[in-house]
T-cell receptor
């Protein structure tokens, strides 16, 4: 049962344009959402997060939007740069003490073409 | 550099064998997590330790076990290896039980 879904395995965007990566989740207990970026031969690195009490969080070129009613979040990158080419993982966690775990989607490979 | 160190980086072994993957968390981090990334799969949560105690368990096979030592480093033991165990195994750490995770570069296991 996949609780965090990234339905687009890949996305190709032109440099300077907007990249929109989507993520859906099924578990209503999730209350904190994160995006990680992963380059080849490296571990994932944290990019941006959002709490369920917010619907938007912005950090420079990166903005994450959360639609709780639709159980959907998206990551917007604008303007996109070739260095943004990487795999992006959406992740979610819920409060729960001993049941805590961060659940990841399968990732979306973003390619930004010069 | 995330500050999380994993060894070995690459490991090739045969079916039926046993291997141990090692992780040193970031200085000061008490939580250690193990994730498995197989081909076409996302990061699958295996297990979490906090200050030496197991805190959460995910899809970890009975053939796999882990522990966190008093110095907070962790080991993931994989036994009776099968071809399907070939994957990237990531260790991550965090200061507390929640929040941002810092990942190591991963250990790539190939079972032949």
């Amino acid at each position: 049962d996949q609780q965090v879904k990234q339905n687009s395995p890949s996305l190709s965007v032109q440099e300077g344009r907007i990249s929109i990566l989507n993520c859906d989740y099924t578990n209503s207990m999730f209350d904190y959402f994160l995006w990680y970026k992963k380059y080849p031969a490296e571990g994932p690195t944290f990019l941006i997060s959002i709490s369920s009490i917010k619907d938007k969080n912005e950090d420079g070129r990166f903005t994450v939007f959360l639609n709780k009613s639709a159980k959907h979040l998206s990551l917007h990158i604008v303007p996109s740069q070739p260095g943004d080419s990487a795999v992006y993982f959406c992740a979610a966690e819920g409060s729960g003490g001993s049941n805590y775990k961060l659940t990841f989607g399968k990732g979306t490979l973003l390619t930004v073409n010069p | 550099d995330s500050g999380v160190t994993q060894t070995p980086k690459h490991l090739i072994t045969a079916t039926g064998q046993r291997v141990t993957l090692r992780c040193s968390p970031r200085s000061g981090d008490l939580s250690v997590y193990w994730y498995q990334q197989s081909l076409d799969q996302g990061l699958q949560f295996l297990i979490q330790y906090y200050n030496g105690e197991e805190r959460a368990k995910g899809n970890i096979l009975e053939r796999f076990s882990a522990q966190q030592f008093p110095d907070l480093h962790s080991e993931l033991n994989l036994s009776s290896l099968e071809l399907g165990d070939s994957a990237l195994y990531f260790c991550a750490s965090s200061e507390l039980l929640t929040g941002e995770l810092f990942f190591g570069e991963g250990s790539r296991l190939t079972v032949l």
